[in-house]
C-alpha cells in the first residue's frame, strides 16, 4: 500500500507497520515494504490522546509478537459492507495458532471461497482480524491481497509465530 502518512510506524519482526488512527481508533495496519523508510508519519490534531493510543497499539502489537496467543482489545475503526464485516467478525473467532480453509469458511457463512478472498483482500487491519489464518486447500494462499512476494512470505511467518 502507497500512503504519504501515518501516525505512527512500529518496527515488528516482520517488517515496518505503518499505523492509522481514525476518531480515536484504530482505523488501519498496514505492513510497509522495508524500502519505505521515507514514509511520512503524521500524528493526529489530539496529540494527547492519540500519542496514548499509539502506545497502547504498539504495546498490544509487541505483546502480540512475544506471545503469539495474545487478544488484541483495540478499539477499531472498521469500515466495510455488511458482508465484509461478517467475515471480518467470523476472522476474529480463529484462535491464534489455528486455521481455516476459504471454502471451510465459505460453508460457515453460506458464500463462496471467491468472496472469502475478496473480504479478505480488503481488510484493513491484518493481525487485529487475522485473514492469515484463511488458507487455499493446497497451499497458503495470498496475504494482503498478494499471493507472492514479501507479503506472501509475512503470511507464512505469521502462522509459524502463531505454532510456536
Known amino acids: 500500500?502507497?500512503?504519504?502518512?501515518?501516525?505512527?510506524?512500529?518496527?515488528?519482526?516482520?517488517?515496518?507497520?505503518?499505523?492509522?488512527?481514525?476518531?480515536?481508533?484504530?482505523?488501519?495496519?498496514?505492513?510497509?515494504?522495508?524500502?519505505?523508510?521515507?514514509?511520512?508519519?503524521?500524528?493526529?490534531?489530539?496529540?494527547?490522546?492519540?500519542?496514548?493510543?499509539?502506545?497502547q497499539i504498539t504495546n498490544e502489537l509487541q505483546h502480540y509478537f512475544e506471545h503469539a496467543k495474545h487478544i488484541f482489545t483495540i478499539s477499531l475503526h472498521i469500515e466495510g459492507t455488511p458482508f465484509q464485516q461478517r467475515v471480518w467478525q467470523a476472522l476474529q473467532k480463529i484462535p491464534s495458532g489455528n486455521t481455516l480453509t476459504y471454502g471451510t469458511l465459505a460453508k460457515k457463512l453460506q458464500t463462496s471461497p471467491r468472496a472469502i478472498g475478496q473480504a479478505c483482500r480488503t481488510n484493513r487491519l491484518p493481525l487485529i482480524i487475522p485473514c492469515h489464518r484463511i488458507i487455499a486447500t493446497h497451499h497458503l494462499g495470498g496475504y494482503v491481497g498478494n499471493i507472492s512476494g514479501p507479503f506472501a512470505k509475512i503470511k507464512e511467518q505469521l502462522l509459524k509465530h502463531e505454532q510456536s
Open 1 to 55: 500500500m502507497q500512503a504519504s502518512a501515518y501516525s505512527a510506524i512500529f518496527f515488528s519482526p516482520m517488517g515496518p507497520i505503518g499505523i492509522i488512527l481514525r476518531a480515536k481508533q484504530l482505523a488501519r495496519l498496514t505492513f510497509l515494504e522495508p524500502s519505505h523508510s521515507h514514509v511520512i508519519q503524521h500524528p493526529d490534531d489530539d496529540s494527547n490522546n492519540s500519542s496514548s493510543l499509539i502506545q
